[in-house]
């Protein structure tokens, strides 16, 4: 294993930051993709009122409490998140824009087809 860099107060400051600004936005992309596809499935079914953005963010969040158990890191992901920071940061908003987009996708489908 190969030891890890410290870093400094700025970087850890910086990558603080990033990580809290990479949460924040997955929340909205996840948000964004729920009320949309609420809109497509849930209110015309149930015919209820459609919900925003802020809702969904919330719905999402308890989704993801409720559905995700914590899992501890292998070694190799331990070793790569204390060599690659950023890449670790980067790949949160990838992973979700990849997510959403695959589900909007299938949705639309979905809808078009229904």
């Given at each position: 294993m190969t030891p890890t860099k410290k870093l400094t107060g700025t970087q850890g400051a910086i990558g603080c930051l990033s990580l809290i600004a990479t949460t924040v936005a997955c929340m909205v992309i996840?948000?964004?993709?729920?009320?949309?596809?609420?809109?497509?499935?849930?209110?015309?079914?149930?015919?209820?009122?459609?919900?925003?953005i802020a809702e969904a963010i919330g719905l999402s969040t308890i989704a993801t409490l409720l559905?995700?158990?914590?899992?501890?890191?292998?070694?190799?992901?331990?070793?790569?998140?204390?060599?690659?920071?950023?890449?670790?940061?980067?790949?949160?908003?990838?992973?979700?824009?990849?997510?959403?987009?695959?589900?909007l996708v299938i949705g639309w489908i979905c809808h078009r087809l229904s």
């Amino acid at each position: 294993m190969t030891p890890t860099k410290k870093l400094t107060g700025t970087q850890g400051a910086i990558g603080c930051l990033s990580l809290i600004a990479t949460t924040v936005a997955c929340m909205v992309i996840y948000g964004i993709t729920l009320a949309r596809l609420y809109a497509w499935f849930v209110v015309p079914t149930m015919r209820v009122r459609p919900i925003g953005i802020a809702e969904a963010i919330g719905l999402s969040t308890i989704a993801t409490l409720l559905g995700r158990l914590p899992k501890d890191p292998t070694e190799e992901e331990k070793q790569q998140a204390a060599e690659h920071p950023w890449r670790s940061i980067a790949l949160g908003p990838v992973r979700a824009v990849s997510a959403c987009s695959t589900a909007l996708v299938i949705g639309w489908i979905c809808h078009r087809l229904s």
